[in-house]
């Protein structure tokens, strides 16, 4: 009658192992060298599997053994277990390693290409089985998304005033003036001083898509007040296409501004000191996602 160790699913992995190898070799000296174990440590351990399984497994001869007919039928699932095990064991030493997973991963709306995009394609291309979910967002949707778990990690504008939250610097990017093609600022001008515009009809994106870098664009270009908000639209490019209008200017990133290329828009760099914003990648500060980690030893190397 089996033991009660039966009940206990890990019982016999070991021992099957050596069972599975003594069924292809059928001679336990064989066996016991495939397993690096000594002979009669290998039967000891056949004879307490058939114990533990109440029936017995081989018949032992002069020449080696053969499998009894119980035998041949354990074999068979031994085999199909442990090739079940053995690549459940492989998937979880490579998501340990990053190899394999889930990457949830956001983007910020106003920062795609440049550094970002080349990080990413790094590690696509460094850990192709790794499963990378994107979606892009602004600042505030990111952070509250990291927050609730949803997402592993998030390029975001800084700054981001988060205690369960780790930011690593990306990029740092020059704010440009995008004024009117006719505007009397863009002509023959290169660079545009701070007292330029002051009190210049502006357009924004809403401050809640992302409160720090709303609040430092604002600090930078117009730091002795005089912004005057005359319009709010809802991405960079509906922003540019307001300023095409020939009603308002707007401070926008260098890349975004340069990449969406609207006609009818001018691009002026500031005088200095120039002014900038950050794009962080951001990650909770508790993850244990492997996935996390090896984008971060990337950004490191870069």
Not at 55 to 82: I, K
Not at 239 to 251: I, K, S
Request: overall charge positive; some cysteine; hydrophobic content about 45%.
């Amino acid at each position: 009658m089996p033991d009660s160790s039966t009940r206990d699913p890990w019982w016999d992995l070991r021992r099957l192992r050596y069972f599975a190898v003594l069924a292809e070799e059928l001679h336990f000296t064989r066996a016991a060298a495939r397993l690096h174990i000594a002979q009669p440590a290998l039967s000891q351990q056949i004879r307490a599997l058939e114990r533990q399984l109440g029936v017995p497994l081989v018949h032992r001869t002069s020449r080696g053994c053969v499998l009894t007919e119980v035998g041949q039928q354990v074999a068979a699932e031994a085999g199909r277990l442990l090739a079940e095990v053995d690549a459940g064991t492989d998937r979880i030493r490579d998501l340990v390693r990053g190899r394999e997973g889930r990457l949830r991963l956001a983007y910020t709306r106003s920062a795609r290409g440049g550094r970002v995009d080349a990080l990413v394609t790094r590690f696509r291309a460094a850990h192709p089985d790794v499963e990378v979910v994107a979606e892009t967002a602004w600042t505030a949707p990111n952070v509250a998304g990291l927050l609730a778990g949803r997402l592993d990690a998030a390029f975001v504008r800084t700054p981001v005033e988060e205690p369960g939250l780790r930011c690593r610097l990306v990029d740092t990017e020059e704010l440009l003036l995008a004024l009117p093609a006719g505007h009397p600022l863009a002509a023959g001008r290169r660079r545009i001083s701070r007292a330029e515009v002051v009190d210049l009809p502006a357009v924004m994106w809403p401050r809640e898509n992302g409160p720090g870098m709303f609040d430092r664009t604002i600090a930078q270009v117009w730091p002795q007040g005089g912004f005057r908000l005359v319009r709010q639209e809802p991405d960079d490019e509906q922003l540019l296409r307001a300023v095409a209008g020939g009603d308002v200017v707007a401070a926008v990133p260098a890349g975004r501004a340069r990449a969406v290329k609207v006609p009818g828009v001018r691009l002026r760099r500031f005088t200095a000191p120039t002014p900038t914003v950050d794009v962080r990648l951001a990650w909770p500060r508790d993850t244990t996602n492997p996935a996390v980690h090896h984008l971060l030893a990337l950004l490191d190397d870069a």
